[in-house]
């Protein structure tokens, strides 16, 4: 997909953060955008950003408040989107949330309801709008992480949830070539978002010890990141240099990114007596 003119895009998770970035850079590119999130207030106010990007009278913006978590919810929203707005040329699934604790201090109801969001959420979405691109063709983006492909101290449950996301999208891709439909993962790493503020209230020593090596990157060079990796329909979509070689070291020296990381987790453990 070299050109974003006259596309209509679907994004969740898309009145912030990375997602309102996509959204902006889209529009600036001539697409119509279609966010949906929980909070109606916020998209409302994500929608006027939007729309100040756009380039030509004819590009529509709109959104829906949803929560992918619940599946009749995702079913009358998106049938309703689908008969509003059209069929979306790109979906993509950036709704997500993440509460980084101990292990032991996550409780099955926290677990539930990050399961829900960050893979089932994907999966409701993507299933209903599939049989619908499939005569067209299209592009699917799911968001998953960094952490969905290198497991994380503090992050149990959300790498539970964004392995699945990369494991779901690349069997997805393989069943949908011959639909001119393109799949590829957004593995992000730390990125200055409202939702990552929300993570380092409940992070562990351990996990920001882990975090402080990396930089810290703006949602907007993430959302460039992902239209350049469109264009090259490349299927891992990794936006920095950190994260590229993190994941390179993992497949080919997978012991010696772990020999670092528990030599951080160590250290923070020996300066708090444990």
């Given at each position: 997909m070299q050109d974003f003119n006259s596309k209509i895009a679907y994004i969740?998770?898309?009145?912030?953060?990375?997602?309102?970035?996509?959204?902006?850079?889209?529009?600036?590119?001539g697409a119509s955008i279609l966010i949906f999130a929980r909070r109606a207030q916020v998209l409302e106010e994500?929608?006027?950003?939007?729309?100040?990007?756009r380039i030509s009278p004819e590009q529509r913006f709109s959104c829906l408040p949803l929560d992918v978590s619940e599946r009749e919810d995702v079913e009358a929203v998106l049938f309703r989107a689908v008969a509003d707005f059209g069929v979306p040329d790109i979906l993509i699934n950036c709704a997500g949330k993440a509460?980084?604790?101990?292990y032991e201090n996550i409780p099955y109801s926290q677990f539930d309801e990050i399961i829900k969001t960050d893979l089932y959420g994907t999966w409701n979405t993507t299933s209903l709008l599939v049989p619908?691109?499939?005569?067209?063709?299209?592009?699917i983006i799911n968001v998953?992480?960094?952490?969905?492909?290198i497991g994380v101290f503090g992050y149990t449950d959300y790498a539970a949830a964004k392995f699945g996301v990369v494991g779901f999208s690349e069997a997805l891709r393989s069943e949908l070539k011959k639909y001119n439909i393109a799949v590829s993962v957004l593995c992000p790493p730390d990125t200055d978002t409202p939702?990552?503020?929300e993570e380092n209230k409940t992070k562990p020593e351990e996990t920001k010890a882990i975090s402080s090596t990396a930089r810290l990157?703006?949602?907007?060079?993430?959302?460039?990141?992902?239209?350049k990796g469109m264009k090259k329909q490349e299927f891992i979509i990794i936006p920095n240099f950190d994260g590229k070689f993190t994941y390179i070291m993992k497949r080919l020296l997978p012991g010696l990114v772990e020999m670092v990381t528990d030599s951080q987790v160590k250290s923070v453990q020996k300066a708090k007596g444990k």
């Open positions: 969740t998770g898309g009145s912030s953060g990375i997602g309102l970035a996509v959204a902006k850079l889209l529009a600036a590119g994500a929608l006027l950003q939007i729309g100040k990007c509460k980084p604790n101990y619908l691109m499939k005569d067209r063709g299209g592009y998953s992480s960094i952490a969905g492909f939702g990552f503020a990157m703006k949602a907007e060079d993430v959302a460039k990141a992902l239209l």
